[in-house]
């Protein structure tokens, strides 16, 4: 009796504690896999978790994870498009100088991006991104 009275407050930060910005991860029942919020984070890594989450049958289930892995694949998509347009203005002689700057700061702001993400949904959040946000909860069902 003790392991399953234990169990509840197992959760951690699973969105207790006034979670801004949506609506918070919900503790995994046993035996599900790992917390929502666990695998709101692992869908940041890369691209693959995220698709492999929306596959799998626990974790396509759960709107929390299915938002968090829709925004990562739009985050994806939108960071190559970004990258696929830098490089087109950097083939310009004279205009394509300014990426040399514009290279490293996109870089590290992407970068930051990124870890407040994997932060974001660590501590249970749906922190959405503007416009990409909104698209992953519209195809996560949120």
Not at 13 to 40: E, I, L, Q, R, Y
Not at 82 to 92: F, G
Request: charged share 5%; proline share 7%.
């Amino acid at each position: 009796m003790t392991d399953n009275a234990a169990t509840p407050g197992a959760g951690g930060s699973t969105g207790a504690g006034g979670s801004t910005g949506g609506g918070g991860a919900a503790p995994a029942p046993a035996g599900a896999g790992m917390p929502d919020n666990t695998a709101g984070m692992v869908a940041y890594i890369t691209i693959i978790p995220a698709i492999i989450f929306l596959v799998m049958e626990p974790y396509n289930k759960r709107p929390f994870v299915r938002f968090h892995c829709f925004q990562n694949i739009f985050f994806c998509c939108a960071w190559i498009a970004l990258s696929i347009i830098l490089s087109i203005i950097a083939a310009i002689p004279v205009i394509g100088w300014l990426t040399l700057i514009l290279w490293p700061i996109i870089g590290l702001g992407g970068l930051v991006l990124w870890v407040m993400l994997l932060l974001k949904a660590n501590q249970g959040q749906m922190w959405k991104l503007p416009f990409i946000g909104d698209l992953a909860a519209k195809q996560a069902g949120v």
